[in-house]
C-alpha cells in the first residue's frame, strides 16, 4: 500500500498571503495525484488531478506540482473560503486508492 | 448538475447489516467506475469499496474481510453499499464517490450517510 504522507498538519496564514502545502508518497505514484478541499460540515471537493490540472471551477491561485513521490498544493493570495481542511491521493498504484492525513489551513 | 444522493444510514448493532443506496444524476451513470469512500475522525479518508461502469470490476478494502458487497443498476442510476457482520470499527460517514473516468481522481462527492455501530 502506498503511505501519503502530508506537512505540516496545521498550517497559520494570514488572508492574502501564500500557503503552501506538501505530500510525499512512500512509493512513485507518477502524476497520479489529486488534492481536495473538505469545509467542515462538507463533503471533500476535487481541487487538482494528475497533480497539476485545476479541477472545473477551481480558480488560477490554486497550482498543483511535483510528479513521482513529492507534490505541491499552492494556494496564492489566501481568502476566507480557503481554509479548511485539504487532502491529497494518489490513484496509481491501487488497490487501494489511499488519501493523506490532511493539512488544516487556519487563519494566523 | 451531478447529484449523488446516499440514504439507508444508520444505528445498526455489532453483527448487523445495512444496505447503503447512492442514487446518481446529471450525468451518464454507466460511463463511469463509482466508488464507497468513509471517514472517520480517528482514520480519517479510507476507500472502502470500487465497481467499474459494468459491474465486472469491483475492489475491496482489506480491512473489510468479506463482509461487504458493491453493486450497481445502471438502469436505475443507483449504486449499492450492501454491509453484514458489522463491527463499531466500520462507524463512519460514508461517501458515494464518482470516478473522473475509470479508475481516476474522484469528482464529484455526496453529502454522506452516517453508519453507527453499536449495542
Known amino acids: 500500500e502506498t503511505v501519503m504522507t502530508q506537512s505540516p498538519a496545521t498550517l497559520s496564514v494570514s488572508p492574502g498571503e501564500r500557503a503552501t502545502l506538501s505530500c510525499r508518497a512512500s512509493?512513485?505514484?507518477?502524476?497520479?495525484l489529486a488534492w481536495y478541499l473538505q469545509k467542515p460540515g462538507q463533503a471533500p471537493r476535487l481541487l487538482i488531478y494528475g497533480a497539476s490540472t485545476r479541477a472545473t471551477g477551481i480558480p488560477a491561485r490554486f497550482s498543483g506540482s511535483g510528479s513521482g513521490t513529492e507534490f505541491t498544493l499552492t494556494i496564492s493570495s489566501l481568502q476566507s473560503g480557503d481554509f479548511a481542511v485539504y487532502y491529497c491521493q494518489q490513484y496509481n498504484n491501487w488497490p487501494p486508492y489511499t488519501f493523506g492525513q490532511g493539512t488544516k489551513l487556519e487563519i494566523k | 448538475e451531478v447529484r449523488l444522493v446516499e440514504s439507508g444510514g444508520g444505528l445498526v448493532q455489532p453483527g448487523g447489516s445495512l444496505r447503503l443506496s447512492c442514487s446518481a444524476s446529471?450525468?451518464?451513470?454507466?460511463?463511469?467506475?463509482m466508488h464507497w469512500v468513509r471517514q472517520t475522525p480517528g482514520k480519517g479518508l479510507e476507500h472502502v469499496s470500487a465497481i467499474g461502469r459494468d459491474g465486472g470490476t469491483t475492489y475491496y478494502a482489506d480491512s473489510l474481510e468479506g463482509r461487504f458487497t458493491i453493486s450497481r443498476d445502471n438502469s436505475k442510476n443507483t449504486l449499492y453499499l450492501q454491509m453484514s457482520s458489522l463491527r463499531a470499527e466500520d462507524t463512519a460517514l460514508y461517501y458515494c464517490v464518482k470516478d473522473t473516468s475509470t479508475w481516476y481522481s474522484f469528482d464529484h462527492w455526496g453529502q454522506g450517510t452516517l453508519v453507527t455501530v453499536s449495542s
Open positions: 512509493q512513485s505514484v507518477g502524476s497520479n
Open positions: 446529471g450525468f451518464n451513470f454507466s460511463a463511469y467506475a
